[in-house]
């Protein structure tokens, strides 16, 4: 229940590199950069609901720790999310190029810290409970 509340964006560090090896044009990188995600995070057991809205998009996605699922933010994703201690972490392969995108979250202090890696480049974009 850790992760459990509102979440706002309050900055990044390396976001936009990160989106550029995504593939991510130079305008969506831009944009995304200063999209103003909040995010809201309610754990029932071992299931989460996840609600993410910025000022491009608003999408709620479910999933169950363990059970691969299917998830469209700058590209498809396939995978699943466990927790490891504290730590939520997330395993998707691209489906458009099989390629792995790694993500964890964590909390710390007063923040939700989400970090990145994809092709060894790391991001990470931290949030504040809103």
């Not at 995070?41 to 709620?60: C, M, P, W, Y």
């Not at 059970?67 to 699943?80: A, D, H, K, R, W």
């Given at each position: 229940m850790?992760?459990?509340?509102t979440?706002?964006?309050?900055r990044?560090?390396?976001y936009?590199k990160?989106?550029?090896?995504?593939?991510?044009?130079?305008?969506?990188r831009?944009?995304?950069?200063?999209?103003?995600l909040?995010?809201?995070?309610?754990?029932?057991?071992?299931?989460?609901?996840?609600k993410?809205?910025?000022?491009?998009?608003?999408?709620?996605?479910d999933?169950?720790?363990?059970?691969?699922?299917?998830?469209n933010?700058?590209?498809?994703?396939?995978?699943?999310w466990?927790?490891e201690?504290?730590m939520?972490?997330?395993?998707f392969?691209?489906k458009?190029?099989?390629?792995?995108?790694?993500?964890?979250?964590?909390?710390?202090?007063?923040?939700l810290?989400?970090?990145y890696?994809?092709?060894?480049?790391?991001?990470?974009?931290?949030?504040?409970?809103?």
């Amino acid at each position: 229940m850790t992760f459990d509340g509102t979440w706002k964006i309050d900055r990044n560090d390396n976001y936009e590199k990160f989106m550029e090896k995504l593939g991510i044009n130079m305008v969506k990188r831009k944009l995304a950069a200063h999209d103003n995600l909040k995010i809201t995070i309610a754990q029932d057991g071992n299931t989460f609901h996840v609600k993410e809205s910025s000022s491009f998009r608003n999408l709620e996605i479910d999933f169950t720790l363990g059970v691969t699922f299917e998830y469209n933010s700058c590209c498809p994703l396939q995978g699943s999310w466990t927790l490891e201690g504290d730590m939520l972490k997330g395993v998707f392969t691209r489906k458009d190029n099989g390629k792995q995108l790694t993500t964890t979250r964590i909390i710390e202090g007063n923040e939700l810290v989400q970090n990145y890696n994809y092709e060894g480049v790391d991001a990470k974009r931290i949030f504040k409970r809103s």
